[in-house]
């Protein structure tokens, strides 16, 4: 493949992935307002968009990007890489996830189509809620019609900065206090599972 025709594809990657993520999420390489709630070496912020709470978590992980991708095209291993995560059904491109929450709160489900954009150097996995298949909802779970998120892993010689991003809505009987500390949780839990399920398997 000669450079220009190298230049042409990543310029047309970068333009689809921007397609993609406008006619949705925003593009979140672009927000700079993020408000932390965590600073540490898991950061975790949140911005609000059109009444829309947005969400990120980053942290640096000490793991190739083709070992931290093969991990996240796994969805059917999710259980056991996410604690909070009870089960991952797969449909092809399409993914049925619940979640177990804490007492007392219900637990959530979503069912959300997945898409991938590969720069050479930095992967998108993105997400998006679906109705293209129907999996009715149990009386003890509520539905999350709105979930939408992405992981941006960017490689290096010496690891992987790793991003996911998510609508923070819970809906359902969560009270609105408690998102923050939801958000907070959520965002360095991922990234600890994550991590330490890369590890255990080296």
């Known amino acids: 493949m000669t450079y220009l025709m190298k230049v042409v594809m990543h310029k047309l990657a970068k333009l689809f992935l921007l397609v993609q993520i406008l006619n949705s999420a925003p593009v979140f390489d672009e927000i700079d307002s993020w408000e932390y709630i965590v600073n540490e070496e ?3 912020g949140w911005v609000d968009i059109d009444n829309v709470y947005w ?3 980053y942290s640096f992980i000490n793991h190739s990007m083709e070992d931290i991708s093969s991990v996240l095209i796994d ?5 056991n890489v996410f ?3 009870v089960k991952s059904d797969i449909y092809d491109d399409i993914v049925h996830i619940k979640l177990d929450l ?3 709160f219900a637990s959530r489900d979503y069912i959300v189509k997945y898409t991938v954009v590969d720069n050479d150097s930095i992967i998108y996995y993105n997400w998006k809620y679906t109705d293209e298949i129907n999996i009715p909802v149990s009386n003890k779970c509520v539905r999350l019609i709105n979930a939408e998120g992405q992981w941006k892993l960017v490689g290096t010689s ?3 900065h790793v991003y996911y991003r998510w609508n923070g809505e819970l809906r359902g009987d969560f009270p609105n206090w408690a998102l923050k500390r939801a958000w907070r949780e959520q965002g360095k839990e991922v990234m600890i599972w994550l991590d330490a399920y890369l590890d255990s398997n080296e």
């Open 42 to 44: 898991i950061k975790v």
């Open 55 to 57: 969400c990120q978590s």
């Open 75 to 79: 969805r059917k291993n999710y259980a």
């Open 83 to 85: 604690d909070r995560i």
């Open 102 to 104: 804490p007492f007392p």
């Open 158 to 160: 010496l690891g992987t």
